[in-house]
Each structure stands twice: as structure tokens, then as C-alpha cells.
């Protein structure tokens, strides 16, 4: 794919957008983590492009980095041939705002959104012209983020794409690791790289350092290796997830 490959929310036309980083040399070391597996792992990723496009050095040490449709171009790569073991990175923006769950999500978990913000996610899923700046200025636009009401809606909206996202791409993903009978062997890690906030401190998005902000789940899942449900208390930065990881695969940290 080229530096125009859109990202698709839902079903809806936001493109996000990003200007090409010239003469990038490459990450330190120590974040080429996909360097520390292409000896004995066939590497993939599947992103939705912006700021981890290729041109930001991203794609270092990976077989196959590609942008755009990712959920559809992951499942299509693991139903394919390919060397075992493997290491898959896949990134999504839908949760990312605006939030724009199906309509059966916002009954489920926003049934109390407010007009006119239940209205405006409605037409922006059936498309927008401007890609992604035009479709968040159109949705903040919509919230009266004075409005008590108003920032429960906003907040329900986040949770019901949060759920949207875990029934049509995680479930999806896991359910292809089952069917090829990989389910058992693979380290699945779940995690994101910010929270979210909701005027707790006046401020929307992920622009401050706030709790809400800087706390981000992390569930680890394998079968027989890490015990089910368990929950770990004290602090585990992301910093610390690189050396985890190829310590389960049993690789030598860079």
C-alpha cells in the first residue's frame, strides 16, 4: 500500500491523515523489537496507518507491514501460508474518536446518549467528506462538554466501541487462532498506548498525564503458560512489555 491507503472505522470513509517523516534513519535499538525476532520468527503487521506509518520507521524488521483494511488483510495473512513461529502486530484506531459504535452497541451500552451527539454519530457512520479532521470537528462540535449529560454520553459512546471493537476484531482474531488450532501456542497480548479521559481533570482525549490518561490495559493470554484471571497488582509500564515478551518466546533480549 502507498502513503494514500485509507483507514476505515466501522465501515465509515475516515482517512487519516500524515505527512511522511524524510530521511528517517531508523529507532534506537532498544525499541526494534522485531529485530530481536527475525532470525527465527516470520513478523507481520497490520496497522491502521497515521502516526506508525512505515515512513516513521516503524516497518524496521518486519516481513510484511502493510496499512489500511487491517482487520480483513490479518485474518487473510494467518489463513495463509506461512513459517512458524510468527510474531503479528495489529493496530486499529476504532476506538479512537470520534466514536462511532453501531447503532446496536449504542443501544446496548449508550442507550442514553443525547441528541443531537446520538444524531451526528449517526450521519457521520454513513460517511463524511474531509476524512478524520473534518469528522472529530463535526463530533466534539455536537458535545456540550459543560454539560454533565452530555460527557456521559461521550463516555457511554467510548464504551460501546470498545465493545464493538472486542465482537468484530479481537473475537475475530481469536477465533481464527482457534480454528488453526493455534490458540494453545500463542501469546496473544492485549494492550493500548493511552487511556482516555472525560473532563475528570476538564480535559477530553489524551492530552494530559492524568490516571485516566496514562493507564492502559494489558491482558496477556497463553494457555498453560499464564494462569487464567489472574490479576496483577502493582505497576507494569509499557516499557517493561518488550523484555517480557521475549522472555515467554524464550528470545534474547537486544
Known sequence: TGNDAPTFIYGT???FKWRPVENFRGWPVGVRQTEALERDYTAAAFTAGANIHR????????DVYRHGHELERAR???AGPHLQPFFVFFHTYAVHDPYLPPAAWIDRLAPDARSPLRDEVGRLRAGVEGGWENAHRRFWAAVDKGNPADV???SQLYDAAVGAMDEAIVKSLLDDLDARGLADSTLVVLTSDHGEAFGEHGNFLHDDLYRETLRVPLILRLPDRLPAGRRVEGRAPLLDLLPTLLHVAGVTAP
Open 13 to 15: 470513509d475516515l482517512t
Open 152 to 154: 456521559s454520553s461521550v
Open 76 to 78: 487473510e495473512w494467518l
Open 55 to 62: 515512513s516513521r520507521g516503524f516497518g524496521q524488521g518486519f
